[in-house]
């Protein structure tokens, strides 16, 4: 595993961590910031679908066109 994807892990759960470990209520901000990351996230899992059916349309119509 690169150097990168290590810090990239810990950037996202030191402040999951921090989070879990404080008093603190849950605020507005709290919610629009974990809306907006489901929505990302839905709108990358979309994305990589619509990849994959483009690049497996697109290798099919290549090895046919060959062969």
Not at 35 to 40: A, E, R, S
Not at 53 to 65: G, I, M
Request: proline share 3%; aromatic share 16%; charged share 10%.
């Amino acid at each position: 595993m690169c150097l990168f994807q290590q810090l990239e892990i810990l950037a996202f759960s030191v402040p999951a961590v921090a989070a879990l470990q404080s008093n603190t209520p849950l605020g507005t901000l709290d919610y629009v910031a974990a809306g907006l990351y489901l929505v990302f996230v839905l709108g990358e899992a979309i994305a990589d679908y619509q990849m994959f059916s483009f690049q497996t349309a697109k290798y099919a119509h290549y090895t046919r066109r060959i062969f």
